[in-house]
């Protein structure tokens, strides 16, 4: 690192070369100029819908809630449980169907 001891240690998945955060538009401009670069090959969704698919993918694995909240940086899991409920319903579903074919087999 060309900083050295200088490098902002931020934490950031996406940062500039110093270690410093991009600004939300910027990051967002990007993608969008990479989608529109590669749209006969991606489906196109935004930064948001990636998010939602992250989350949902998540509680399809039984992802403890808990771990989800701290994964999306919610600073309260209320708002994790009101938000992606969805997902954690059908994991439900899925994870009683799976108790319900142990039980009666």
């Given at each position: 690192?060309?900083?050295?001891?200088?490098?902002?240690?931020?934490?950031?998945?996406?940062?500039?070369?110093?270690?410093?955060?991009?600004?939300?538009?910027?990051?967002?401009?990007?993608?969008?100029?990479?989608?529109?670069?590669?749209?006969?090959?991606?489906?196109?969704?935004?930064?948001?819908?990636?998010?939602?698919?992250?989350?949902?993918?998540?509680?399809?694995?039984?992802?403890?809630?808990?771990?989800?909240?701290e994964l999306l940086g919610h600073s309260d899991?209320?708002?994790?449980?009101?938000?992606y409920t969805h997902g954690f319903e059908e994991?439900?579903?899925?994870?009683?169907?799976?108790?319900?074919?142990?039980?009666?087999?």
């Open positions: 690192l060309q900083y050295g001891k200088n490098f902002l240690d931020s934490n950031y998945v996406l940062f500039q070369d110093n270690g410093s955060d991009y600004q939300v538009d910027s990051i967002n401009h990007g993608y969008v100029r990479f989608m529109k670069r590669h749209e006969d090959e991606i489906a196109y969704r935004s930064l948001h819908q990636l998010r939602h698919t992250y989350a949902s993918i998540l509680a399809s694995m039984n992802t403890p809630i808990k771990d989800v909240q899991i209320s708002t994790t449980m009101n938000v994991s439900k579903r899925t994870a009683a169907t799976e108790l319900n074919r142990l039980i009666c087999s």
